[in-house]
């Protein structure tokens, strides 16, 4: 069976820190990944995907991760966080079956 | 814009009720999905289905079961609610296609007491 694992479960910063939050997944075979982000309060949201290329991926919000196939990694960068960062961020695959494996979260913190 | 609207933002249920959660999308999406999301669990796959009347059981199916009579609609029914099913329910939906990003609704935060 596919997993995702984040090994950070909740990171505190100070505002302009640079934020890098680990994931690490399973599967195999091809496989794309996400990041997704919750707001407190709302639903969750797309922040990047990569599918094949550039490992480097950027997404919204000045986000990027990127894809170590020799490292089962997609780590997700930010090079200065702001407070309005603050949310839990998944890290999710999909591999071979329809549906996306999340991983457990990371809950940021940032503070002014 | 993609949306998925849950019946219910909140939901308090009595240990052995029935319970039904209603999931719609509006974007003609083949695939639905349930999560629950609890703290430190993330989000663990329950059922999804890939098109009417067809469903595949997630990681956690135990308790639950669904129902997909229409393709903009998919319901999560807990036969015998109990305790341990207090949680945050997630509908999501895509199209087919590697390349598709999930949408998902508000939740719904279900208390069973």
């Known amino acids: 069976a596919q997993s995702v694992s984040q090994h950070n479960h909740h990171v505190i910063l100070s505002e302009a820190a640079s934020l890098e939050l680990g994931c690490n997944y399973s599967y195999g075979g091809t496989v794309n990944l996400f990041w997704y982000v919750q707001y407190p309060g709302q639903h969750l949201q797309l922040l990047l995907k990569?599918?094949?290329?550039?490992?480097l991926v950027k997404g919204i919000k000045g986000f990027e991760a990127e894809f170590i196939k020799s490292k089962f990694s997609f780590n997700l960068r930010k090079p200065s966080v702001q407070w309005s960062d603050t949310a839990e961020y998944f890290c999710?695959?999909?591999?071979?079956?329809?549906?996306?494996?999340f991983g457990s979260g990371t809950r940021l913190q940032v503070q002014p | 814009d993609v949306k998925v609207t849950q019946s219910s933002r909140y939901l308090v249920k009595r240990t052995g009720e029935k319970v039904f959660l209603e999931c719609v999308q509006d974007?003609?999406?083949?695939?639905m999905f349930w999560y629950r999301q609890d703290p430190g669990l993330g989000l663990r796959l329950i059922y999804f289905s890939y098109d009417v009347k067809m469903k595949e059981k997630g990681d956690i199916p135990e308790g639950y079961s669904v129902s997909r009579e229409k393709k903009e609609r998919f319901s999560l029914i807990l036969e015998s609610a109990s305790t341990n099913q207090t949680s945050m329910y997630l509908c999501?939906?895509?199209?087919?296609?590697?390349?598709?990003?999930?949408?998902f609704g508000q939740g719904t935060r279900l208390t069973v007491v």
């Open positions: 990569y599918f094949s290329g550039d490992p």
């Open positions: 999501a939906s895509r199209r087919q296609g590697a390349l598709a990003e999930a949408f």
């Open positions: 974007m003609d999406h083949e695939n």
């Open positions: 999710a695959s999909k591999g071979g079956r329809r549906a996306l494996t």
